[in-house]
Every structure is written in structure tokens, then in C-alpha cells.
Nanobody
Framework: QVQLVESGGGLVQAGGSLRLSCAASGRTFSVYTMAWFRQAPGKEREFVAGIRWSDSNTYYTDSVKGRFTISRDNAKNTVYLQMNSLKPEDTAVYYC????????????????????WGQGTQVTVSS
């Protein structure tokens, strides 16, 4: 079993910054992709950013390009999401997901491809 623990959420004014962290732990496991998704009230969970573990390729949804940066620390099995120039529409619960892989190439933006999820961390951006 793999556990994902997120941290770093909070309340920030528009234009501010936050850094989310997601640490993975558990018995021996492989990582194909780790990603951040978010879910606002009344909306479906949506892809925000992802990173392939093998080559560090990164992927972003259009609305966060140029503002958010996903990165990783292999030694700590941790993925980060640096969020700058935050907007009220970024308000949501942010979830970290881990795809173990082993099924061939899988789309980074599809939540069904992820095997494990964190508990979520609230991000609130005030106007």
C-alpha cells in the first residue's frame, strides 16, 4: 500500500503564492507519473499538472501554464506544486495522485489512470 500526504494549502490573496507538497510512502513501489488534480465545489475533479518520473517531462492544463510549476525530489519521493499569481478561480481542494504504471503509456490528465490519492488540501484565493 502507498500513502500520499499533501500539505501546503491555505488562504491567500489574489496574486499571491503557495507551494503544495505531496510525499509518497509505503512498501516498495514504482512511480510512472505523479500529478495534481483539483476539485472546486460543484465541479468535477480536473487535471492541473503532472510529471513523468522516468524523464521529468511535465504537463499542465492551459489555465495554469506560466503560473504553476510541478517538480519532484526523487530521494524524498515527493512532488511539489509551486503556484504563483493565484486567482480566485484557482480555489479548490487539491489532490495528489500516483500512477504506478506497468500498463504502457497512459494519459497524464485522466484521473482514472491513478492508483493512489492523497486526502486533499484546501486552497482558497480571495479577491
Amino acid at each position: 500500500q502507498v500513502q500520499l500526504v499533501e500539505s501546503g494549502g491555505g488562504l491567500v490573496q489574489a496574486g499571491g503564492s503557495l507551494r503544495l507538497s505531496c510525499a509518497a510512502s509505503g512498501r516498495t513501489f514504482s512511480v510512472y507519473t505523479m500529478a495534481w488534480f483539483r476539485q472546486a465545489p460543484g465541479k468535477e475533479r480536473e487535471f492541473v499538472a503532472g510529471i513523468r518520473w522516468s524523464d521529468s517531462n511535465t504537463y499542465y492544463t492551459d489555465s495554469v501554464k506560466g503560473r504553476f510549476t510541478i517538480s519532484r525530489d526523487n530521494a524524498k519521493n515527493t512532488v511539489y506544486l509551486q503556484m504563483n499569481s493565484l486567482k480566485p478561480e484557482d480555489t479548490a481542494v487539491y489532490y495528489c495522485g500516483l500512477d504506478r504504471g506497468g500498463r504502457g503509456p497512459t494519459p497524464v490528465h485522466l484521473s482514472d489512470e491513478y492508483d493512489y490519492w492523497g486526502q486533499g488540501t484546501q486552497v482558497t484565493v480571495s479577491s
